[in-house]
């Protein structure tokens, strides 16, 4: 059941272009340091890169109208990596496009926890973009 006056923003065609910015900048998930952000807050530049990725990620819920960065974050790992909710056709979607297109390998798919949503979802991500620069995309 769909929700009176909202549009649909996670489309095929919505999720294949997300996967493939996010490959393309941020590489593979088998690459990633961290569970749900490609880099290490660890090291300068692994927190830089986490920063980058916030970055790309509230750029492309405002390109799409996701309600927040934590919806187009959650979309890329949790929705994507979620065996638990197999019977979804949005993340049947989400998981056949990061196939696809290489971000995800076979043997990474239906792995995860739809109940244990990272913590960093709703403090971190926000405060690293407390220091990014502002979008002109807004």
């Known amino acids: 059941m769909t929700r009176p006056?909202?549009?649909?923003?996670w489309s095929r065609a919505c999720l294949d272009l997300l996967f493939e910015l996010v490959k393309k900048k941020f590489g593979a998930y088998?690459?990633?340091?961290?569970?749900?952000?490609?880099?290490?807050?660890?090291t300068v530049d692994g927190h830089r890169t986490?920063?980058?990725?916030?970055?790309?990620?509230r750029d492309f819920a405002k390109l799409v109208g996701a309600?927040?960065?934590?919806?187009?974050?959650?979309?890329i790992v949790r929705f994507t990596l979620n065996k638990n909710l197999h019977g979804n056709a949005s993340v049947a979607m989400?998981?056949?496009?990061?196939l696809e297109c290489g971000?995800?390998?076979?043997s990474e798919a239906w792995v995860g926890n739809p109940y244990s949503r990272p913590s960093w979802?709703?403090?971190?991500?926000?405060s690293l973009l407390v220091d990014a620069p502002q979008s002109e995309a807004a």
């Open 5 to 9: 006056n909202v549009r649909p923003i």
């Open 30 to 42: 088998s690459e990633w340091a961290g569970e749900c952000v490609p880099g290490d807050d660890d």
């Open 50 to 57: 986490n920063i980058e990725y916030a970055i790309f990620c």
């Open 67 to 75: 309600e927040s960065v934590n919806a187009v974050g959650m979309k």
């Open 94 to 98: 989400a998981t056949a496009s990061a």
């Open 103 to 106: 971000f995800l390998k076979t």
């Open 121 to 126: 979802y709703s403090t971190e991500m926000d």
